[in-house]
């Protein structure tokens, strides 16, 4: 089984695309993830996920938590990143034991801080991602062990300790969003919410205090009306939208 946490699809891509070439299957970590896991010997388990601030998500690490993993099971991960991972996977590897981790890079999606990417160059990283998914596929059918191919960075160690506290502590507040008078009510945001931290009332979206910032609410908003504060307003969206065709043809069109 895979499991995997994403809130703008790159890492659904990612997980659905290895259940497909692997053969496995794969499910959404959300608070309705039927929990405690056991992994049985002889059985597959497989970890994907976006990395916030160069460490894993707190909900991936509250999931970690609840799983049993015996010995003789074959276990990997798979983390994505706009850049670079800093010691995301090692912190990781000290939780449970991992016989093979990579990280993509795929497109930066935290529209808190930067610009949504352009087409061509989203496109660009998920086609480079799509070659090296295939090779991840094999390794794990073949069941490698040893692999750890992670992009980490430059000055890891203060990026993954320091600046992982930091915006778990200050930057996960869910005080920020607000929405404009195009809201419709929809309910897409409450729908999405992998924590259950927004509830639709008089037909408006209110947040919790349990935000991941995963950002699913403000990219997958169909009007758009949702923002962060004012750092979103001028930035673009993006949510994982290609084809098949689009990924795998060179001269197709975005």
């Given at each position: 089984m895979?499991y995997?946490?994403?809130?703008?699809?790159?890492?659904e891509?990612?997980?659905k695309s290895?259940?497909?070439?692997?053969?496995?299957s794969c499910?959404?970590i959300?608070?309705?993830?039927q929990?405690?896991?056991?992994?049985h010997r002889?059985e597959?388990?497989?970890?994907?996920?976006?990395?916030?601030?160069w460490?894993?998500?707190?909900?991936?690490?509250?999931?970690?938590k609840?799983?049993?993993?015996?010995?003789?099971?074959?276990?990997y991960a798979?983390c994505t990143?706009?850049a670079?991972?800093?010691?995301?996977?090692?912190?990781l590897?000290?939780?449970?034991?991992?016989d093979?981790?990579?990280?993509l890079i795929?497109p930066?999606?935290?529209?808190v801080a930067f610009?949504?990417?352009e087409?061509?160059q989203?496109?660009?990283?998920?086609r480079a991602?799509?070659?090296?998914?295939r090779?991840?596929?094999?390794h794990?059918?073949?069941?490698?062990?040893?692999c750890f191919?992670?992009t980490v960075?430059s000055?890891p160690?203060?990026?993954?300790?320091v600046?992982s506290?930091?915006?778990?502590?200050?930057a996960?507040?869910?005080?920020p969003f607000?929405t404009?008078y195009d809201?419709?009510?929809?309910?897409?945001?409450?729908?999405?919410?992998?924590?259950?931290n927004?509830?639709l009332?008089?037909?408006m979206p209110?947040?919790?205090?349990?935000?991941?910032?995963?950002l699913?609410?403000?990219q997958?908003?169909?009007?758009k009306a949702?923002?962060y504060g004012k750092s979103?307003?001028k930035?673009g969206r993006y949510?994982?939208?290609y084809?098949?065709e689009?990924?795998?043809?060179?001269d197709?069109?975005v």
């Amino acid at each position: 089984m895979i499991y995997y946490f994403s809130g703008t699809g790159n890492s659904e891509w990612v997980a659905k695309s290895l259940a497909e070439q692997t053969g496995d299957s794969c499910t959404r970590i959300t608070l309705d993830t039927q929990l405690p896991v056991t992994v049985h010997r002889g059985e597959t388990f497989g970890l994907v996920f976006p990395v916030y601030a160069w460490n894993m998500p707190a909900m991936v690490s509250d999931f970690l938590k609840n799983v049993c993993v015996e010995a003789g099971a074959y276990t990997y991960a798979v983390c994505t990143c706009g850049a670079e991972a800093g010691y995301t996977m090692r912190v990781l590897k000290a939780r449970m034991h991992m016989d093979c981790c990579w990280s993509l890079i795929m497109p930066d999606s935290y529209i808190v801080a930067f610009q949504a990417e352009e087409e061509t160059q989203a496109l660009a990283k998920v086609r480079a991602a799509a070659v090296q998914l295939r090779d991840i596929a094999s390794h794990i059918q073949n069941r490698d062990t040893g692999c750890f191919e992670v992009t980490v960075g430059s000055f890891p160690f203060l990026k993954t300790f320091v600046g992982s506290h930091l915006f778990n502590k200050y930057a996960r507040s869910a005080k920020p969003f607000h929405t404009s008078y195009d809201c419709t009510g929809c309910g897409v945001c409450e729908k999405f919410c992998p924590t259950k931290n927004i509830v639709l009332a008089d037909g408006m979206p209110f947040w919790d205090e349990n935000c991941q910032q995963c950002l699913g609410c403000i990219q997958r908003c169909p009007k758009k009306a949702i923002d962060y504060g004012k750092s979103t307003k001028k930035h673009g969206r993006y949510v994982f939208h290609y084809t098949k065709e689009q990924i795998e043809g060179e001269d197709s069109e975005v």
